[in-house]
Each structure stands twice: as structure tokens, then as C-alpha cells.
């Protein structure tokens, strides 16, 4: 036994002294080469001044992650409206943008084994699988999308005996109830309020026609048609017919418990005016975003009377949106019943929002979907996409945290209650794009001086829906009636 262990030390310790040459002309640790070290990307930000900005502080732990180093640069949406692709690797735009860019062939699809990944699964289902593609395609990441949502006083619900209003006709009735019930007198001088409103709704320029779209949406979405605002075999416009004038016809009459000038309200402007106290409900979504330049109040910080009167702090709710027990069958040209009351809320979609694409003819493709998946993933999207007041949580582990996307003054539990109607929110099966073609911001612009001329008494629901519908005509005619048409078809998901 031993002149065998003596001679299996002899072969180790001859095996050992023939490797040492080549092990000892290597250093005892080499520094490890980062995926991405050498390259740089350029990143667009379209039209978002806080999210570009939060991009930026960013930068220093992505080179120190990949080795890449990231430049960043703001444009105007207009400059994706030009010929030629945005001058970056990658681009960070509206939602809405994602049509023009689409159309022209632009942006590279998604790959594979990104919508197959563990960061994919964990997104909501419509801002994946409805508003990250163009026809049939998957083309770009997510990076928050909100709906409206109903903020409510809880603590005037309860007095009345009534729950959050399940539909658009329970709305009216709640709001009604809620413009008699003031928390403070009415009148003039400290300690009472100069108008209190039953509910505000973002009737402004640029948001008049999506709060109404948002209102039709359980109206007009049958779910066995894709039409909805045109007819897609022919683009004809549709917003003239009985559900739309039904849905004009309630917020017009919403409107009249709201301010005395009701069509100055943005989203921005109704969230302040409800935590400063002055309605019972409100139609915009949380955000915890600071506007630039906003005021204290502005801020969701109560001051003045309703701050001593609500302890500092409102009893908020959050709800989904109303639905509806109806919807209006275009081809029949009859109501019909919507007998599921999970089909009965129909979330209206691309009214805000930001996604992430990346640019054909990237020299750094692969590097730039690593790029856009990292500053969308569920760690970094609350120190990125939290920061835009355009976006609101997306994925499901956004849900673990979500004061990160409220208002500073919402309670813990209201902000859990948010969480919960967005995730219900992007879960529905039924759901209505705003326009996201070639022309959007025309086609709205009509819809939003047809509720303003019913609002201030000018016209008819139907007189004025009739006059933006031949404002939509002459839009799609200008734009070319077949190129629309393909877009309009893609845009729906065909």
C-alpha cells in the first residue's frame, strides 16, 4: 500500500510541476468584461421632461451594471411625426405615438424570449398584450398607461349609504346626492366654501373628448365587434350615433354639479380641487409625480378650511370607472343587454401614458430592448416611469408598494384600494382604444369642441356630435382614406 501511494504522489506532484509555467504567467484574478462595455446608446424622450430627468439619475448604476454608457435626449412628439426615425438607439414616447411610428415600419418588434421572460409575465395584461402592439405584433415595452379612475370621499358614501357607483346611471344618481351634502357651509369668508360640486371631470382642451370616449366605452364596445369608433370597411365615422349622444347627454348633465367652469378642469386640476376639498367625487388617476412649478395645494397637501376640517387628511376612495348594463349593437342598430357583469366595465386605453421602443437600423438592438426591460422592471420603474404624471403603475410588482404612485396625502389603505382597481382596470375583457392613428390629436381636438359647445348650451348632443363626425370625415379624407383605414385596422389589433 505504500509503494503505491508513493507512486500516485510522484504522478500528482509531476502533473502539477508541468501546469506551473502556463498558470504562472497568468494574473491571479482578471477584472470581469461587462456585457455591454464599450457601447453607447442613445435614448429619445419624447415629450416628458420628469421622466427624461429620471432617466439621467439613472445612468450612473446602469454603465456601472453593463458598462454602456447612455446618453440621453429629449425631442418634441412632433419630430416622430417627420419622415425620418427619432436620432437614438431607443426612444421612450407616448402611447399614442406608437401608431405614427408603427406605420412607417420604424421600430424593431419585440423578441421572443423578452415577451417569454419572467419581466413580461409580470406586466398587466392590456398594456402588454393590447397597447404594446400594432396589429398582430408585440413592438414595444410598457412603461405605465393609466385610465380614469373615480376618486370618492369615503366618509360622504358612508353617510349617504351608498358604495362607489357600479354604473354611469348610479354615478349620476351618487352625484346628485353628493352635491347636497357640503362637509363645509357655502358662502363667502374663512371657515365655509365659496361652491361645493357633486363631481369634477377633465373637460379641458385636450381632455373633454377622452373623458367622454371613457364614458362611451361601455356603450359603444360590443364584444363581438372591433368597430367601435369608425367602421373599419369603410371609416365611417360612428360617434354620431345613439351611444355616444347618450353618453354626451349624462356628462353634460355630471357637469352641471361641477365648477362654474367646468371646461378649464385637467386631470392635474381636478386631482387638486378634490384634495383641496371641494367635491365629493372626481374623475382623473393618482399620481405622485410633482408638476413643474405646482403650488403646495397643488401638491395633494390640504390647506385652509378643509384641512381643519378633514383632520388633515380626506377619507379618498378609488373605483374603476362605471359601466354599463347596455351596449349598443351598430349592426342591428338596437341596445342589447350585457347580461356579465365582468364584461359591464370597458376601460378606455391609450389616454396617456409612455412606452418604450427601439429604432430599425439600431447598431445596439439587443442592447437597447436590455435597456428599455431595465428601466421598466419592477425596481427601477418606480424611480422612472413614478416620476411621469403621463404613466401609473403597470406591473404586478408595482403592487407590492404602492403609495409610489399616489398622491403623498393618500392613506395607506386608499393607496392598496388604487392598486387593486388598476390591476382590475387592465385585466378587463373588453376594452376601447382612443384614437392612436395618424391624426389623433385633430380627431380628439373635434371631439373636445363637440362637448364644449354642448356644455356651455350652443348646441345639441346630436347637432354637435354630427358636426365633429363630418370634422372626422374630412380628417381621414385629407389623411388619405386607405392608409387610415389600414392604420385603424392595425391599431385595433388586426
Known amino acids: 500500500m505504500k509503494s503505491k501511494f508513493t507512486l500516485a504522489s510522484l504522478v500528482s506532484l509531476l502533473l502539477l510541476l508541468a501546469g506551473c509555467p502556463r498558470s504562472a504567467t497568468k494574473p491571479k484574478t482578471e477584472p470581469e468584461r461587462l456585457p455591454l462595455a464599450g457601447a453607447t446608446l442613445r435614448l429619445a424622450v419624447a415629450d416628458d421632461p420628469a421622466l427624461a430627468a429620471a432617466v439621467v439619475r439613472a445612468r450612473g448604476e446602469w454603465t456601472a451594471q453593463t458598462g454602456s454608457e447612455l446618453e440621453v435626449v429629449e425631442i418634441a412628439v412632433e419630430e416622430l411625426e ?14 399614442h405615438a406608437l401608431g405614427i411610428l408603427a406605420e412607417r415600419e420604424l421600430i424593431e418588434l419585440v423578441p421572443e424570449n423578452v415577451a417569454a421572460g419572467a419581466q413580461w409575465g409580470d406586466l398587466f395584461d392590456l398594456p402588454k398584450l393590447r397597447e404594446a402592439a400594432w396589429g398582430d405584433r408585440v413592438v414595444a ?15 360622504l358614501l358612508e353617510k349617504l349609504g351608498r358604495r362607489p357607483p357600479q354604473t354611469w346611471d348610479e354615478y349620476q344618481e351618487l352625484a346628485e346626492s353628493l352635491a347636497t351634502i357640503s362637509p363645509l357651509p357655502l358662502g363667502e369668508g374663512p371657515g365655509v366654501r365659496v361652491r361645493w360640486c357633486g363631481t369634477i371631470e377633465p373637460l379641458a382642451p385636450g381632455w373633454a373628448g377622452l373623458t367622454l370616449l371613457a364614458r362611451a366605452a361601455p356603450y359603444v364596445k360590443h364584444p363581438d365587434y372591433y368597430s367601435a369608433l369608425f367602421d373599419m370597411d369603410t371609416m365611417e365615422p360612428l360617434i354620431a350615433g345613439k351611444p355616444m349622444v347618450k353618453a354626451l347627454e349624462e356628462l353634460v ?25 371641494e367635491c365629493g367625487m372626481a374623475i382623473t388617476w393618482p399620481t405622485a409625480a410633482d408638476e413643474k412649478g405646482e403650488r403646495r395645494e397643488e401638491r395633494g397637501e390640504l390647506v385652509g378650511p378643509a384641512a381643519s376640517a378633514a383632520g388633515g387628511s380626506l377619507r379618498v376612495g378609488f373605483a374603476e370607472l362605471p359601466g354599463a348594463t347596455e351596449v349598443f349593437n351598430f349592426s342591428r342598430n338596437e341596445w342589447t343587454n350585457r347580461y356579465s357583469e365582468e364584461e359591464r366595465r370597458v376601460p378606455l386605453l391609450t389616454v ?49 408598494a404602492p403609495n409610489q404612485w399616489v398622491e403623498a ?49 350652443e348646441k345639441s348632443p346630436k347637432e354637435s356630435l354630427d358636426h365633429a363626425a363630418d370634422r372626422w370625415r374630412e380628417i381621414t379624407n385629407r389623411l388619405g382614406l386607405e392608409k387610415q383605414k389600414a392604420a385603424y385596422r392595425n391599431s385595433v389589433g388586426l
Open 82 to 95: 417627420r419622415a425620418g426615425a427619432p436620432p437614438a438607439d431607443a426612444a421612450i414616447c407616448p402611447a
Open 141 to 155: 415595452v410598457p412603461f405605465g398607461s393609466p385610465v380614469f379612475c373615480c376618486y370618492y370621499r369615503a366618509e
Open 253 to 277: 348633465a355630471a357637469a352641471k354639479l361641477g365648477p362654474a367652469d367646468p371646461l378649464q378642469y385637467d386631470p392635474q386640476k381636478v386631482r387638486a380641487a378634490f384634495w383641496r376639498g
Open 352 to 400: 396617456s401614458g409612455r412606452l418604450g421602443v427601439v429604432i430599425k437600423g439600431s447598431a445596439h438592438r439587443e442592447a437597447a430592448f436590455q435597456l428599455l426591460l431595465w428601466l421598466s422592471d419592477g425596481r427601477m420603474s418606480p424611480q422612472i416611469s413614478a416620476r411621469s404624471p403621463a404613466t401609473t403603475m403597470f406591473c404586478r410588482s408595482n403592487l407590492d
Open 409 to 457: 396625502a393618500t392613506p395607506p389603505a386608499a393607496a392598496v384600494q388604487y392598486g387593486e382597481a388598476a390591476l382590475a382596470a387592465f385585466s378587463r375583457e373588453q376594452w376601447l382604444y382612443a384614437p392612436r392613428i395618424p391624426g389623433r390629436a385633430e380627431y380628439l381636438a373635434a371631439l373636445d369642441d363637440a362637448v364644449a359647445a354642448v356644455v356651455r348650451g
